[in-house]
């Protein structure tokens, strides 16, 4: 069975779908669609045949890019509709811009969450109750094709050659423990202060002999297509001249996927990072403010998840997330071999 699934979300949303594909590809021919800015994500995933992609027309600023992403949306069009696809599966609850997709797909099927979905939707999931995981409602997907199974860990492939670029920038001559500091996040509710984030590098460097690996958003505040966090960056590593800090900035999704996928620990709020994170196998201390963790929490990793009473981060105190991230450090090195540490 030939099979499209349509993700067009974030970077997240698409890292939570990994384990549907993962379900899905044993026994059949997956392919994906999803746009220019998380397609990155699924690069050397065994169990995607084919990637479709196309540009989200505010992701372009000048009209003849616009015109040039219309132009390659045209071709990626003719693409899926000359596959031919047995099915086509919108990840998510149903909306008119997926399912266009998915209509365009001539797919004989069409799956995707909602009683309420248009008549072109075949096979109508139920809406998934309350504080049910994104991970465990992207398997509900299957039922239809009775390829359902209790969800794997998220699928996400660094390279060799890639770990070994981001081991250059690290360079951990003397072997010390890696802690992971991710200090971007688009809602303002998620952001914890930097102030935090410079007190806990402190703390966890008067712990124990460590490096800390400084991630985080590229790019400037006043970006009006992708707003960074340099200046933030900054502020941090000018505070944190007296301990070993590694600045690591990244210019893509796949270099963030590789130093992460070094570090023993992490420390981020929720978001893409996060599930990125996750993605590589890490321990992570998530902090939550206006997001449900029940929905979004870090998947089938070791981990240790702060909510704000108040839904924002701000309102997180040092002394929390550094106990949480000591007894979550404890906790895997009882689990982990000696010469994996």
Not at 92 to 105: F, H, I, M, Y
Request: glycine letters at 6%.
């Amino acid at each position: 069975m030939k099979i499209l699934i349509i993700r067009r979300e974030n970077i997240g949303d698409l890292i939570l779908t990994t384990p549907l594909i993962s379900m899905l590809a044993k026994n059949h021919h997956v392919d994906m669609l999803v746009n220019s800015y998380n397609k990155q994500v699924l690069d050397g995933n065994p169990g995607v045949s084919k990637v479709h992609h196309y540009t989200k027309l505010h992701h372009e600023n000048s009209y003849t890019e616009k015109i040039k992403a219309i132009l390659r949306r045209i071709t990626t069009i003719l693409t899926i509709w000359r596959e031919g696809y047995d099915v086509a599966i919108v990840a998510g609850n149903w909306n008119k811009r997926p399912l266009q997709w998915a209509t365009l797909s001539r797919a004989k099927r069409i799956i995707a969450i909602g009683n309420d979905a248009p008549d072109s939707v075949t096979d109508k999931i139920p809406y998934m109750h309350d504080g049910m995981h994104m991970v465990e409602q992207m398997a509900e997907l299957a039922r239809p094709l009775n390829c359902h199974a209790i969800p794997g860990k998220l699928a996400l492939w660094v390279t060799k050659s890639e770990r070994e670029f981001a081991a250059h920038k690290i360079k951990n001559t003397y072997n010390f423990p890696l802690y992971g500091l991710q200090i971007s996040s688009r809602k303002e509710q998620q952001r914890w202060p930097v102030e935090n984030y410079i007190e806990i590098a402190h703390r966890l460097s008067r712990e124990e002999p460590c490096k800390i690996i400084l991630f985080w958003s590229p790019g400037s505040a006043d970006n009006q297509r992708h707003p960074g966090d340099d200046e933030k960056a900054q502020y941090i590593i000018n505070a944190c001249k007296d301990i070993i800090m590694v600045p690591f900035n990244t210019v893509n999704i796949r270099e963030l996927m590789a130093g992460m996928s070094l570090c023993n620990q992490i420390i981020t709020s929720d978001g893409g990072a996060l599930h990125i994170a996750a993605g590589v196998g890490k321990p992570v201390v998530a902090l939550f403010g206006n997001s449900d963790p029940l929905v979004w929490g870090p998947w089938k990793v070791p981990n240790r998840i702060i909510a704000s009473a108040d839904e924002d981060v701000a309102h997180i105190s040092t002394d929390e997330v550094y106990d949480n991230f000591m007894a979550l450090r404890k906790e895997v090195l009882i689990k982990i071999p000696k010469q994996s540490i």
